[in-house]
């Protein structure tokens, strides 16, 4: 005898065939495609190396609150001299919540450019800055900074114009600037603007009063430049290398950074227009690298550095003379 099935149970059993299915079908479209794109690459690159810097206030209250970028892994750390104003020390936090009290080592007010040193037990991660002159007007950009106190936000946009001009508060006029409609806000200050692979092309330093999407990052070439002034392994250290370097950029990708021998001053085995690979331990990639492999150095010390020339890579010897030659040097050049 045939039998059949009572509707009722048959409408259940169409109905989990339905869910069986439809389950089956979700589970084959469930999540196609990876976040994992540029962007969340280039903040997790970078996460590490931006910090909270808090300034206590003259009279008591709440802490103000900016950002800053470790550029050198030594606790070297950079931000806007308006965020620090006249403190002597302030107060930095790293991503883990470490608090440590930093020096604030120098304060360069025509570029709204301070310069940090805080001690670590362990060695941290320093950003690398990135070549300027060849920034895209249209390329994506990255800010992250603490606006409000909200720390570690992130805000994308792209750079809306190059070269731009602004007055600050001070009197200063800074020139240079990246224009971006990512935002910034009061918090975002010294922070770092990244491009899409995570390279430091400029820290954020301001924003339009009354309007959206309108704020500006000192470009990364003024803060290698300062920094490699202001921290040069003469001032940190003592001692003259003579070499006067210029950089190049080779592309947009890959291994695209490059530091050349502009002249050299003295008797040396360096020639102009080596490309100055390693110098010491250091792998080299811009000239404030050049500066800082040397602040451990002494007058009088060897540094082997990798150059190539000609096609063909050396390895030669570097002496460094006291800081007495820079002086006479400059002496005469007057």
Not at 106 to 128: C, F, M, N
Request: net charge neutral; with cysteine.
């Amino acid at each position: 005898m045939r039998r059949t099935i009572p509707s009722a149970c048959a409408g259940a059993l169409l109905a989990l065939a339905t869910l069986v299915n439809a389950g089956a079908a979700t589970e084959k479209s469930a999540a196609p495609y990876s976040r994992r794109n540029p962007i969340v690459e280039a903040v997790q690159k970078t996460k590490q190396s931006i910090v909270t810097v808090k300034v206590p206030r003259p009279n008591g209250g709440k802490d103000l609150v900016g950002t800053g970028v470790i550029v050198d892994e030594r606790g070297f750390i950079v931000t806007n001299r308006h965020v620090v104003g006249s403190a002597r020390s302030v107060k930095v936090v790293l991503l883990d919540g470490t608090e440590s009290k930093a020096e604030v080592v120098l304060t360069e007010s025509a570029y709204d450019l301070a310069v940090l040193r805080v001690q670590s037990a362990k060695k941290l991660q320093a950003l690398q800055l990135a070549p300027a002159d060849d920034l895209l007007i249209g390329e994506t950009v990255i800010a992250v900074g603490h606006p409000f106190g909200y720390s570690n936000t992130v805000s994308v946009g792209i750079i809306s114009a190059l070269n731009r001009e602004i007055s600050m508060p001070s009197g200063e006029t800074l020139t240079g600037l990246i224009q971006t409609d990512a935002s910034i806000n009061p918090g975002n200050s010294g922070g770092p603007l990244l491009n899409i692979n995570g390279e430091l092309i400029g820290i954020n330093v301001a924003l339009r009063d009354g309007a959206q999407g309108i704020a500006f990052a000192i470009n990364a070439d003024t803060v290698k430049h300062v920094l490699s002034d202001k921290l040069s392994a003469l001032k940190i250290a003592g001692v003259f290398h003579g070499l006067a370097c210029k950089e190049k950029v080779l592309g947009e990708t890959g291994d695209r950074q490059r530091v050349i021998v502009a002249a050299v001053h003295g008797d040396k085995e360096v020639h102009s227009g080596d490309e100055i690979l390693t110098v010491g331990e250091r792998r080299i990639v811009n000239a404030f690298d050049v500066e800082r492999a040397l602040w451990d150095k002494k007058p009088g010390e060897t540094v082997h550095l990798t150059v190539l020339r000609q096609g063909k890579e050396l390895t030669i010897q570097l002496t460094l003379a006291p800081s007495d030659v820079a002086i006479a040097l400059s002496k005469n050049e007057e």
